[in-house]
Antibody
Framework: QVQLQESGPGLVKPSETLSLTCTVSGDSIDNSYWSWMRQPPGRGLEWMGHVHYTGRPKYNPSLQSRVTISVDTSKTQFSLRLNSVTAADTAVYYC???????????WGQGALVTVSS | QSALTQPASVSGSPGQSITISCTGTSSDIGGYNYVSWYQQHPGKAPKLMIF???NRPSGLSNRFSGSKSGNTASLTISGLQAEDEADYYC??????????FGDGTKVIVL
């Protein structure tokens, strides 16, 4: 059974960097593409980007200049960094695993990150 | 990239069938069969319901079905049940190698 768990600070100050880690269990991180999504309170889902350990990450064009997604195969983890955050980046952040048909078939429970001073 | 267009809400009575539309462009839905649908209950993570336009994950009720025509994908829920009340999101691969979600549709069981 594949399981994903997000971890990281729940509060980040404006202009600082948001950092989250997703720990994967029940599957090899070498096998798939891994993705981050976010959902502001009361709003819809936004795809942020995805990564495969062998290739370059792919990012949402609207976040391209601020986002970095990377894989740590030794720890079966992948990470999200979002620079220069503002209150608009307050959201629940989800990590997920891509299946072969472009679907996100396993999701973490989500981590609420609030941007506030 | 613009979000795919979904109706804000769709409602139906128990036992009825409802259909949620998801409209994109030839650069996403119209160009690929990598369309997925997700169900999200309040405070919960999204759950995959349909992938590759019309495929159901193993074990998922056959009351859920998907289709596509041109630039519009659709999710149909037949035999509507109270537990189907949730938000539903479509998603598609795009010709930029990225993914895009729909605005989301709230399903209301009357």
């Amino acid at each position: 059974q594949v399981q994903l768990q997000e971890s990281g600070p729940g509060l980040v100050k404006p202009s600082e960097t948001l950092s989250l880690t997703c720990t994967v269990s029940g599957d090899s991180i070498d096998n798939s593409y891994w993705s981050w999504m976010r959902q502001p309170p009361g709003r819809g889902l936004e795809w942020m980007g995805h990564v495969h350990y062998t290739g370059r990450p792919k990012y949402n064009p609207s976040l391209q200049s601020r986002v970095t997604i990377s894989v740590d195969t030794s720890k079966t983890q992948f990470s999200l960094r979002l620079n220069s955050v503002t209150a608009a980046d307050t959201a629940v952040y989800y990590c997920a695993k891509f299946g072969n048909g472009g679907q996100l078939d396993y999701w973490g429970q989500g981590a609420l990150v609030t941007v506030s001073s | 990239q613009s979000a795919l267009t979904q109706p804000a809400s769709v409602s139906g009575s128990p036992g009825q069938s409802i259909t949620i539309s998801c409209t994109g462009t030839s650069s996403d839905i119209g160009g690929y069969n990598y369309v997925s649908w997700y169900q999200q209950h309040p405070g919960k993570a999204p759950k995959l319901m349909i992938f590759e336009v019309s495929n159901r994950p193993s074990g998922l009720s056959n009351r859920f079905s998907g289709s596509k025509s041109g630039n519009t994908a659709s999710l149909t829920i037949s035999g509507l049940q109270a537990e189907d009340e949730a938000d539903y999101y479509c998603s598609s691969y795009t010709n930029s190698g990225t993914y895009v979600f729909g605005d989301g549709t709230k399903v209301i069981v009357l």
